[in-house]
């Protein structure tokens, strides 16, 4: 797969940072990149733009302000243009660590909108240049997951049983499907992709993989989806996790 234009939220640390850095330093490097963050001024961003200044673009994004995504929409689209935009990486999110001593209703309605809501109505928002892609170029949104959302591993490893974060994943396993079903008809291929249990703020420090090594793998998943794994969840690896 041919990466033109790509869109990252959550871009400000771990993952979606290193997204940017490596697509960026890419031997062949999109077109643009579109980096989200809740607060534009980002140092480790704006050190990014002013190395690639014709190629990336920092965007103010509060994933969870729903009512914001029209406007931010309309300028995706002054931004990619006729081209229109092939790769959304819906990968803001949260872990959050509840038990069933701990949690409330307040945690699962939060976690829920961060981590499951935002992936759909997000690629609902910018499906007009996602379409106008799709009918140029291979054309995918990819939303970020866990294996903490598979209900088949659920009480494997270590992680625990943590509501929040489990359940939210699993809604966002099932988000994915469906889009995979509603949006193939327009030729945008839908996956989640896993990225492994990462030293990030998320991760934690004692994690056993490098965010470098994680966000290699993705973009190696990314570049090689077929019509084969659409609304499956792909791991860096490339390694299918069970719904």
Known sequence: MSLESVLITGANRGIGLELVRQLL???????????TT????????????LKHPNKLHLLQLEVTNYDSYATFADRVKRIVGVKGLDTL????????????????PADMVDNFKLNSLTGL???????PVLKVAALQRKTLVVN???????????????A????PTRTSRAALNMITKCLSIDLKPYSIYVIGCNPGHVRTAGGGP????????????????IQSVNGQ?????????????PN
């Open 25 to 35: 330093d890419a031997p062949v490097p999109p077109r643009c990149v579109i980096a």
């Open 38 to 49: 809740r607060q534009i001024n980002n140092n480790d961003l704006e050190v990014l733009r």
């Open 89 to 104: 990486i819906n990968n803001a999110g949260a872990r959050l660590a509840k038990n069933l001593d701990d949690v409330n």
């Open 121 to 127: 109505m997000l690629t609902k928002a910018l499906l």
């Open 144 to 158: 970020m997951t866990s294996r903490l959302g598979s209900i088949t591993m659920t009480g494997q490893g270590g």
């Open 160 to 163: 625990g049983i943590i509501y």
């Open 206 to 221: 004692t994690a056993p993989l490098d965010v470098e090594t994680s966000v290699a793998g993705i973009i190696k998943v």
């Open 229 to 241: 794994v659409l609304g499956q969840t792909i791991s860096y690896d490339g390694t299918v996790v």
